[in-house]
């Protein structure tokens, strides 16, 4: 930021004005601010997912981190249970890739129950973006329009009509906040 305010100087002595704006940053901008390293030159700050993350703690991890996508967002996601089927947890036959391109490792755990959701890898994105809040649950391969959970070892039953719910990682969250086919309510 500090570059970007002394750049901002060089273009205000070369068009001989004041700009009006200086804008710039991302979420891990938000640091500079509170620890008052900001420049005052920035005068509108881009604070990206910033106020959405949750509290400066996390701001502060991200800031540390490689990826954001290491962080958990506020927000949740709902799919419904459209089918529920006991099947191998091993895939029969020659393995390929996923939706993704992704060649996946699994374990052989024998026959397990699994739900099948109404969302899948168009919506989300990655399988790993997901973080089910039902305790028991895995989420363990998709589809574009499907995700496949292993709901065997959940304590209650889980139905066909039953409203699943996960936390989000960031770009799950991003890519949700862009799929048409997913309905957004504001609570």
Same mark, same amino acid.
């Given at each position: 930021m500090v570059a970007l305010a002394k750049l901002a100087e060089r273009v205000? /002595? *070369?068009i001989g004005r004041e700009l009006e704006y200086v804008s710039g940053g991302a979420t891990t901008s938000l640091l500079g601010v509170y620890h008052g390293y900001m420049p005052d030159k920035?005068? &509108?700050l881009r604070l990206g997912a910033g106020p959405l993350i949750g509290p400066l703690e996390d701001v502060r991890l991200c800031y540390n981190l *490689? /990826? &954001?996508d290491e962080l958990e967002c506020p927000f949740v996601l709902k799919a419904e249970v459209i089918e529920l =089927?006991? =099947?191998a947890s091993y895939p029969q036959g020659e393995l390929g890739v996923d939706a993704a391109g992704k060649k996946r490792e699994y374990v052989d755990r024998g026959m397990r129950m699994r739900a099948l959701l109404a969302i899948g890898r168009a919506d989300y994105g990655d399988i790993d973006d997901l973080v089910p809040e039902m305790e028991g649950t895995t989420v363990i391969g998709a589809s574009g329009d499907h995700t496949i959970v292993d709901v065997e070892d959940v304590k209650d039953t889980v139905k066909i009509g039953d409203i699943m719910t996960f936390r989000l990682k960031y770009s799950a969250l991003l890519n949700l /906040? *862009?799929?048409e086919n997913v309905k957004k309510y504001e609570i």
């Amino acid at each position: 930021m500090v570059a970007l305010a002394k750049l901002a100087e060089r273009v205000e /002595a *070369e068009i001989g004005r004041e700009l009006e704006y200086v804008s710039g940053g991302a979420t891990t901008s938000l640091l500079g601010v509170y620890h008052g390293y900001m420049p005052d030159k920035i005068n &509108m700050l881009r604070l990206g997912a910033g106020p959405l993350i949750g509290p400066l703690e996390d701001v502060r991890l991200c800031y540390n981190l *490689e /990826a &954001m996508d290491e962080l958990e967002c506020p927000f949740v996601l709902k799919a419904e249970v459209i089918e529920l =089927k006991v =099947k191998a947890s091993y895939p029969q036959g020659e393995l390929g890739v996923d939706a993704a391109g992704k060649k996946r490792e699994y374990v052989d755990r024998g026959m397990r129950m699994r739900a099948l959701l109404a969302i899948g890898r168009a919506d989300y994105g990655d399988i790993d973006d997901l973080v089910p809040e039902m305790e028991g649950t895995t989420v363990i391969g998709a589809s574009g329009d499907h995700t496949i959970v292993d709901v065997e070892d959940v304590k209650d039953t889980v139905k066909i009509g039953d409203i699943m719910t996960f936390r989000l990682k960031y770009s799950a969250l991003l890519n949700l /906040a *862009e799929s048409e086919n997913v309905k957004k309510y504001e609570i």
